[in-house]
């Protein structure tokens, strides 16, 4: 397992390497202790949650109400739910929980139901927040977490992820294709559908599509598809493309382009399929990733004899290096905040997840004796990172805490890898 794992890393600059995770074979099941129990650093809150009631029972098909936002509130990285079969209150004064989530659900004679949710004062039963939807039970958990978003925008002042997406890589009959999710994994859907490897998505702005790779002419080839639209090839005149990074302000592309064994960062516009190099530096350079208001990016490059992460300006210019320490560092992202990168690192001839500063200080690693960790992915409340991990076998999605705390498995079964998280809805559009 260790040389496959050099194998391909040692190799990121070739182009077929891109493609060779995915073949990678799963590893044993490896202890996840140390990182499951990661103690948190950043304050949470605690908050009760009551079962909602049913004013006539109810044969349902996913989970119930107060499941949901348990499980919301748990991933939120905000929250410790203290959980109860009913309100009690010395139950939540005793666990300092000032607030709790119930409900009510109604079946309605159209098949549908009425769903109301509450956010109360534990010690007064005031009532902060109330929302009413009339819903097909299938769309419970969209309800639930545009509800939950309102209860942390009541609670803490700011916006919550519980209605964002992720796209990633799933193998489906044996073929890597490009599927989306709600963030917890649930409601996925396929992407693509092709015979041949799709691989790395992203986001467009305003979520209407996604920018993904597919080798369906026996060459990376960059495709954009808008949701419920067709599928559209870009820059064909350009011979090995991949690695995509959609401009947060402009929307422009900025791509690895392979040409004569040397890899250059290209920055196109999707409409007309102009294209031009971003860069004019000798050693290749793969893995773009834009600051939050695009004035700068992050990069691999091979220039100082191994991987290593750099960062430049919009137009290419002033570039420095970020990562020292460590020979492979791979694959940054820029925080929603823009004052921290998370990247993948080897250690030991395993990957490993880490964070720093953007100069290349205060660094944090957050996975630990836990399989191969990779491709990390920040909510866009900057509270959480997706990433992909074979460390219970086979490779699966996860979501912990910027702090590498509260670790969770989102998919399960097959192989999923390689995860994106949408932006907000309302923005970038």
Request: hydrophobic letters at 35%; glycine letters at 8%.
């Amino acid at each position: 397992m260790k040389r496959n794992v050099m194998k391909y890393f040692s190799g990121c600059f070739a182009l077929l390497c891109a493609i060779m995770l995915l073949a990678m074979p799963a590893s044993a099941s490896i202890d996840t202790i140390a990182v499951d129990v990661g103690i948190s650093v950043f304050k949470t809150m605690p908050i009760g949650v009551v079962p909602f009631q049913e004013t006539k029972r109810i044969e349902w098909i996913e989970e119930k109400p107060h499941q949901i936002v348990t499980r919301d509130a748990e991933l939120s990285g905000r929250f410790d739910v203290i959980a109860s079969d009913k309100f009690n209150l010395a139950l939540f004064s005793r666990n300092r929980a000032k607030h709790y989530i119930t409900g009510k659900v109604t079946p309605q004679k159209d098949g549908k139901m009425k769903l109301e949710c509450y956010l109360y004062v534990a010690q007064t039963k005031d009532l902060l927040l109330g929302e009413s939807y009339n819903i097909a039970q299938k769309d419970l958990r969209r309800a639930m977490h545009a509800f939950f978003d309102q209860v942390i925008y009541r609670l803490w002042g700011e916006r919550g992820v519980a209605s964002t997406k992720l796209a990633y890589v799933s193998k489906i009959d044996g073929i890597k294709q490009v599927v989306v999710s709600d963030y917890d994994g649930f409601h996925r859907s396929q992407i693509t559908r092709d015979s041949s490897i799709s691989m790395m998505p992203v986001w467009l702005r305003g979520n209407k599509g996604l920018v993904y790779v597919n080798f369906k002419t026996n060459r990376p080839r960059l495709y954009t598809k808008s949701f419920g639209g067709v599928e559209k090839p870009l820059f064909s005149h350009l011979d090995q493309t991949y690695s995509p990074a959609v401009n947060p302000v402009t929307g422009e592309l900025l791509f690895s382009f392979t040409k004569d064994g040397k890899t250059d960062l290209y920055i196109g516009n999707m409409e007309t399929g102009k294209a031009r190099k971003f860069a004019y530096l000798k050693s290749s350079q793969t893995s773009p990733s834009w600051s939050p208001k695009a004035t700068e990016v992050l990069f691999t490059s091979d220039r100082g004899g191994s991987p290593q992460i750099f960062v430049m300006g919009k137009d290419g210019s002033d570039m420095r290096r970020i990562t020292f320490m460590g020979r492979y560092n791979e694959k940054a992202a820029w925080s929603p905040e823009g004052d921290r990168i998370a990247y993948t690192s080897m250690d030991g001839g395993k990957m490993n997840i880490y964070t720093c500063a953007l100069d290349g200080s205060d660094i944090m690693q957050l996975t630990n004796n836990a399989g191969n960790n990779l491709n990390p992915t920040w909510s866009p409340d900057g509270k959480l990172i997706a990433f992909a991990s074979n460390r219970t076998g086979s490779y699966q999605i996860y979501i912990m805490r910027k702090d590498g705390s509260n670790v969770t498995k989102i998919t399960n079964g097959g192989e999923n890898t390689a995860p994106s998280w949408s932006w907000f809805y309302d923005e970038k559009k």
